[in-house]
């Protein structure tokens, strides 16, 4: 049976992934005046004095939003909010198993951003965090900017964030074993998405000075037609060498390729015309932009895929739940750049010298040690660069 019958069948057996279970007992009549009437009016009026007291009173310090429209859902596109769904329930079950955070999705029947930051927003008083998922861009970085703005709890968009931030620490270990740092490195970006896009910024904010970054139409550069307003701005802070073209064209003599992407769109051909011992990060799922063995092949010194079935697993899991774990610890407001490095940092930290190779450049996305050392990380970088309010 392949993987995707088997899907199927458990989700069949499943009919759901998560569910609601209670914390208080409700086994009589003493317990149920505690947990509801006439008991639960004590805590209302405590919460209606003090708003803030709902995070000790209630779930609410340890739930998070999984929010979506369904629009660009894994590699299927725009498949609709009930068609989400099920990643949407297995987020939550990741944020469960890996971080002890409870979490609900919230699938929304609109692809207006005004409609979808407004609803966000009237619910936000219910939750400790929101996570935004499978969102289209450009309309995700408007409805993160928007949500940001008026919500005084942390706004999350993980398809960006979280891939930058495991990118980040993938290949900062890869520069380890390498020994060219990342301010040294001609990068490609292919894919201009909400991935690309993040990947692009953190990079660059920790150093990276040369990226061209590619879409479908070929490499992206100020003016050029088929920019939008989100592309025009990423134009803005790439292509320092005003290349233009296609992507054979961005890779020659480029030492970094990061695919988030398609399938196969990157060849042999392109890998050997980059630099010596080019360091690519194929992450197009579930078929990468090229398979590691071909891209070794051509003379890559380390490959990263977004696949569990190859070494070096490129995958948000060792990111969000820590992310957040730390970030409803300290009640943070905000989850930052700072907070994000501070993950990046802790997950390549968790990599010893002596397992540094070639086929391990990141944590198992199983190893227990992941989770704590992202949240106490980020809890920190709360704490220092002041969103935190414990």
């Known amino acids: 049976m392949d993987i995707n019958k088997q899907a199927l069948e458990a989700h069949g057996a499943w009919q759901g992934k998560i569910e609601v279970i209670s914390r208080a007992p409700v086994t009589n009549a003493a317990e149920l005046s505690l947990a509801y009437t006439p008991g639960v009016a004590e805590p209302c009026r405590a919460i209606c004095a003090n708003p803030d007291l709902s995070y000790s009173l209630t779930r609410r310090h340890n739930l998070v939003a999984v929010i979506t429209d369904g629009t660009a859902v894994l590699g299927l596109g725009d498949i609709g909010p009930e068609a989400g769904m099920p990643v949407m329930e297995g987020k939550c079950a990741l944020f469960k198993t890996f971080a ?26 219910s939750f400790g965090g929101i996570n935004l998922e499978d969102i289209s861009a450009p309309r995700c970085f408007e409805i993160e900017e928007k949500l940001k703005a008026v919500c005084d709890i942390p706004v999350f968009h993980d398809d960006q964030h979280g891939t930058a931030v495991v990118v980040l620490a993938a290949l900062t270990n890869a520069c380890r074993l390498t020994g060219r740092p990342l301010s040294e490195h001609r990068a490609v970006i292919c894919g201009a998405g909400a991935a690309g896009t993040a990947i692009t910024k953190l990079l660059i904010s920790r150093g990276l000075t040369d990226v061209t970054v ?54 042999p051909e392109m890998i050997s015309t980059m630099a010596k011992d080019p360091i690519i990060f194929a992450m197009a799922n579930p078929t990468p932009e090229i398979l590691p063995d071909a891209a070794r092949a051509a003379g890559a010194a380390v490959v990263g895929t977004g696949r569990s079935d190859y070494p070096n697993q490129i ?33 390549a930290a968790l990599v010893s010298e002596g397992e540094l190779s070639a086929d391990c450049i990141l944590p198992a996305a199983f190893d227990p040690r992941v989770g704590p050392a992202v949240a106490a990380a980020v809890a920190a970088a709360a704490r220092e660069s002041g969103v935190a309010r414990l």
């Open 315 to 347: 995958n948000n899991v060792l990111a969000f739940p820590g992310i957040f774990r730390g970030a409803l610890d300290v009640r943070a407001s905000d989850i930052n750049d700072e907070m994000k490095i501070a993950a990046a940092e802790a997950i």
């Open 100 to 125: 002890d955070v409870d979490a609900f999705p919230l699938c929304i029947r609109s692809k207006d951003p005004d409609e979808i930051v407004r609803t966000v927003s009237l619910l936000a008083g």
């Open 214 to 267: 590619c879409d479908k139409d070929g490499i992206v550069y100020a003016g050029r037609p088929e920019n939008g307003e989100a592309l025009e701005a990423l134009a803005g802070m790439t292509n320092p060498r005003k290349l233009k073209g296609k992507l054979a064209d961005a890779c020659r003599k480029a030492t970094l390729f990061v695919g988030v992407s398609a399938p196969g769109v990157l060849t």
